[in-house]
């Protein structure tokens, strides 16, 4: 998976995604990132990306130009197909594990970070493939938001994370959270760690996770459990 980022900060990126697994991973060449700063394709001596909107008021507007050059140079330096372009905004379709796991099957994902009070709508029109939001709330830009869906992403990217099974059985797994995890002491501040889990029995293990995934679930997360119930309910209908 190789990750090209047009922002206008990209040292924050560079800074933010090198660490640990995704650091690991693009030592070992599994994963590329690449930070191009929109400022580097303005015509303008002053590098200036931005300038007031039309009709007025607040804030600035990242100016139509920059962010096609910027764009058109990444796309021209993709070998095979136009690589989808992420616009990470408040007003895009909300980010979920379902378009994580879809965004991990691609060679190649660029991400166009707003700043400001956004950029110009007609390049937006010309280039942009998916709007994209990580959550009804408002951010100072879209680096961090890019950064979050990189870190979903990637750990759907086989290979990039050791444990192959770990990506597998997780919380969203059948829409259920994960269960409750203990390790040592068997005794912390009073509480024991649950019988079962020492039992060795790994039929009994499975099963108590499993319930407990699900009453989580459904206390934490209702809105979740009805989806897994009813997706339960379609199972046992079709057999
Ligand atoms: Cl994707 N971008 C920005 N700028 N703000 C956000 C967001 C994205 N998602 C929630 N708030």
Known sequence: MNYHVLTLFPEMIEQGLHTSILGRAMEKGILSLKAVDIRDYTEDKHRKADDYPYGGGAGMVM?????????????????????????????????????????????????????????????????????????????????????????????????????????????????????????RPEVWNGKPVPKVLLSGNHDRIEDWRKEHSILRTRKRRPDLYKIYQDQEKSVSEAK
């Open 63 to 183: 100016q139509a130009e920059p962010v096609f050059r910027a764009c058109q140079a990444v796309q021209d330096s993709i070998k095979g197909k136009k690589a989808r372009v992420i616009y990470t905004t408040p007003q895009g379709r909300v980010f979920d594990q379902t378009l994580a796991e879809e965004l991990s099957r691609e060679e190649d994902l660029i991400f166009l970070c707003g700043h400001y009070e956004g950029i110009d709508e007609r390049v937006l029109e010309e280039v942009v493939t998916d709007y994209v939001s990580i959550g009804d709330y408002v951010l100072t830009g879209g680096a961090l938001p890019a950064m979050v869906m990189i870190d979903a992403i990637s750990r759907l990217v086989p290979k990039v994370l050791s444990n192959e099974a770990s990506a597998e059985f997780e919380t969203f797994h059948d829409n259920l959270l994960e269960y409750p995890q203990y390790s």
